[in-house]
């Protein structure tokens, strides 16, 4: 019996496991700080209903990933101050972000965090670890296939250039 055989929670965290669930905490504490601010900006109630699951999201993300460095020693990144309550009507129209805008921004995030959690899930060696990030790849994965019909059903889908002849 080796000493990665046992309980993956008994077992150390490898510097790349350390860095990546650090990195994780302070990107969703970044997000859970730009998403607040998105919220006050959005119009669309659908926006906003996804707005709201993706903060959802990023505070479990920062909840268990601190969690996890706390319990092996490691102090978690930094939390970031809150931010206090604006009205959309307040907002001047050339420092608003646009409903298409915030919808363009939070498809890119999503589909960059599958890649993340995909990047931690091949590095990791404790299960449980492993196990975590599929978790939140399978989540992200539900919210990136609510963003994508969204923003087509709204017609705010911005598409890479396609290929309008095909070769014979």
Known sequence: ?????????DEP????????VWETSMMAKG??????AYM???????LKKLLEDLLDQARLEMK???????????????ALAERPPAKLEEIPM????????IAAKIAAENAL?????????GQSIREDIGALFAKYHATKTALGL?????????????????QAKRPE
Do not use: Q
């Open 1 to 9: 019996m080796g000493i990665l055989s046992g309980n993956p929670k």
């Open 13 to 20: 965290m490898h510097y790349g496991e350390i860095f990546s």
């Open 31 to 36: 997000t859970v700080s730009c998403y607040e």
């Open 40 to 46: 006050y900006h959005a119009g669309d109630k659908e």
């Open 64 to 78: 268990e990933c601190d969690e996890l460095l706390t319990d092996n020693g490691i102090t978690p990144a930094p």
């Open 94 to 101: 050339g420092a608003r972000f646009t409903d298409p805008e």
């Open 113 to 121: 965090g599958l890649v993340s959690c995909s990047k931690v899930m």
């Open 146 to 162: 609510r963003i994508l019909r969204m923003n087509k059903d709204k017609g705010w889908l911005i598409p890479p250039p396609l």
